[in-house]
Nanobody, 124 residues
Framework: QVQLVESGGGLVQPGGSLRLSCAAS????????MGWYRQAPGKQRELVAGITSSGSTNYADSVKGRFAISRDNAKNMVYLQMNSLNPEDTAVYYC??????????????????WGQGTQVTVSS
């Protein structure tokens, strides 16, 4: 079993900052790509930022220059530093990871995992 647990969401005023964290745990052989997605009410889930195992990053145009994704491979963690937040950033933010894992029969396989989501609200 693999779990992703996010933390760091909350209420922030426009122009403020938040840092999201996501911890992966369980039967992990290797974590490949990791990323942050968000879903606002009435909208589809969208990619915010992604990072490969070697540290290459990509961002949605709407957050370039304001958000920064990073990871700590030794701790199986991924982070999202969000600066200059505006009301349009309000959403539930989800951590995603593509993980090589194994089951009780030592069968190895690749799977896609999601965290439970953390609410980010930007409002005055």
């Amino acid at each position: 079993q693999v779990q992703l647990v996010e933390s760091g969401g909350g209420l922030v005023q426009p122009g403020g900052s938040l840092r999201l964290s996501c911890a992966a745990s369980g039967s992990i052989v290797r974590i490949n790509d990791m990323g942050w997605y968000r879903q606002a009410p009435g909208k589809q889930r969208e990619l915010v930022a992604g990072i490969t195992s070697s540290g290459s990053t990509n961002y949605a145009d709407s957050v370039k220059g304001r958000f920064a994704i990073s990871r700590d491979n030794a701790k199986n963690m991924v982070y999202l530093q969000m600066n200059s937040l505006n009301p349009e950033d309000t959403a539930v933010y989800y951590c995603n990871a593509k993980i090589r894992t194994y089951d009780s029969g030592t069968r190895y396989y690749n799977a896609d995992y999601w965290g439970q989501g953390t609410q980010v609200t930007v409002s005055s």
